[in-house]
């Protein structure tokens, strides 16, 4: 069975530039959540979608945004990048977020690096 | 809100010896807890969850953890350490109230020694 997949793994982007990160969640998941890992740091929420729909936003600017499609795999934008977006950026999949105790299930990341 | 707090940043171990990570949590709601592991280069894997079902949980490769509410600790152990188990440790903790969004600690990175 495939796991949580993110594209790409590794991304060198300018200062100013834009991004695109993409996670397809285990087939079945129902819901996408994405997280920042900083250097040295644990990782902090910046969205969750189920059935399509925002459910939860952490507390990032406006320049981050994210989308998830029908067949549930999801898109993190980023707009005018700064140096300190470099980070891991990790998707995690759920069954469904309404049910206590559901575990989440984590991809690779995408490694960013803004010079 | 809910918030997690880990004590230690670093823990050294000698191989063979226990191993303790320690964590405090808050919470409004009846939490979910988990533990994960992120080795070098790796996602996340999930070592053990608490469900309510009991206070003493065991997880993969030797782990437990265990729930004290009046303490609102959860406190991750394992008996003796390997080499492999050398990797950063993440507490964290969920609401269903809230959607079940994972709150994280900010790590403890376990050192080995052979």
């Known amino acids: 069975d495939a796991g949580v997949t993110q594209s790409p793994t590794h991304l060198i982007k300018t200062r100013g530039q834009h991004v695109t990160l993409r996670c397809s969640p285990i087939s079945g998941h129902k819901s996408v959540s994405w997280y920042q890992q900083v250097l040295g740091q644990g990782p902090q929420f910046i969205f969750q979608y189920y059935e399509k729909e925002e459910r939860g936003r952490g507390n990032f600017p406006d320049r981050f945004s994210a989308r998830q499609f029908p067949n549930y795999s999801s898109e993190l934008n980023v707009n005018a990048l700064l140096l300190g977006d470099s980070a891991l950026y990790l998707c995690?999949?759920?069954?469904?977020?309404?049910?206590?105790?559901?575990?989440?299930?984590f991809g690779q990341g995408t490694r960013l690096t803004v010079v | 809100a809910q918030s997690v707090t880990q004590l230690d940043s670093h823990v050294s171990v000698s191989e063979g010896t226990p191993v303790l990570l320690r964590c405090n949590y808050s919470s409004s709601y009846s939490p979910s807890l988990f533990w994960y592991v992120q080795h070098p280069n790796k996602g996340l894997q999930l070592l053990l969850k608490?469900?309510?079902?009991?206070?003493l949980v065991k997880g993969i490769n030797g782990f437990e953890a265990e729930f004290k509410k009046s303490e609102t600790s959860f406190h991750l152990t394992k008996p003796s350490a390997h080499m492999s188990d050398a990797a950063e440790y993440f507490c964290v903790v969920s609401e269903a109230a809230a959607g079940n969004k994972l709150t994280f600690g900010g790590g403890t990175r376990v050192l080995v020694k052979p």
């Open positions: 995690a999949s759920s069954p469904d977020i309404l049910v206590a105790n559901t575990e989440a299930f």
């Open positions: 608490y469900t309510s079902a009991a206070t």
